[in-house]
């Protein structure tokens, strides 16, 4: 059966003068020896988050290091319109500029200069994954600040995509998905969208991820080396 999904760019359709709400700094969490893995987890990937502000709205994304450059990693359809976005950490904003696209696997990157504030994660391939493994995101839903969620993978590979347990809504788009060891895995892309009644019913708690291959890293890094 077809899954059928909505994707979660949050349009911003809002009066004049009236904005979004503003991302304070993240300040430094110290973690104590008794914190336990998850706990780090979920700091690494907060502070590995951005904001991806458009001309239609927000979506979100993960800042990642490829050799000695910087970029933002997000989905295709975040970044469908335009070709520079201000990616926004905390207070601060820098331009970031789309040099690669795959709208299939609806995943995208976006170069940046370093960002002093936050801390970027690698990059790598889904390998290894099964059902009932733990992955964790952060994002920007509707008009809240960063949030942090953990889900369960419900199926590895499904119809090419990664089906997860958790929650999701418009303006998480292009979030990262973290694994044990903070790497980001794959890109937030979508929630399902069932049939109850006649009527068509976002399911929130049904999530989809576009994932990574070797041969998307080696195309953004192939697309990055390219660049003057």
């Known amino acids: 059966m077809k899954l059928k999904h909505i994707a979660l760019l949050f349009l911003t359709l809002l009066p004049p003068g009236q904005v979004t709400a503003e991302v304070p700094t993240a300040s430094p969490v110290i973690v104590d020896h008794d914190t336990v893995h998850l706990n780090r987890l979920h700091e690494k990937s907060r502070n590995s988050t951005v904001k991806i502000i458009t001309n239609m709205g927000h979506g979100s994304g993960t800042y990642v290091k490829i050799g000695r450059n910087f970029g933002i990693l997000t989905a295709a359809h975040v970044v469908a319109q335009g070709n520079h976005f201000i990616v926004e950490a905390g207070t601060r904003q820098t331009v970031g500029t789309l040099i690669w696209?795959?709208?299939?696997?609806?995943?995208?990157?976006?170069?940046?200069?370093?960002?002093?504030v936050i801390e970027p994660v690698r990059m790598r391939a889904r390998n290894n994954i099964s059902v009932g493994d733990e992955v964790v995101y952060s994002g920007f839903p509707s008009t809240h600040e960063m949030l942090t969620f953990s889900c369960i993978i419900s199926n590895p590979d499904y119809q090419g995509r990664l089906i997860l347990q958790g929650f999701a809504w418009f303006g998480a788009s292009g979030s990262g998905f973290n694994n044990a060891r903070g790497d980001v895995i794959a890109v937030l892309s979508a929630v399902t969208v069932e049939n109850f009644y006649g009527?068509?019913?976002v399911l929130e708690t049904m999530v989809i991820g576009s994932m990574l291959t070797d041969s998307h890293i080696d195309e953004i890094r192939n697309a990055v080396d390219a660049v003057p």
Not at 101 to 116: G, R, S, T
């Open 101 to 116: 696209k795959n709208e299939e696997a609806d995943l995208a990157f976006l170069m940046v200069e370093k960002i002093p």
């Open 199 to 201: 009527h068509p019913q």
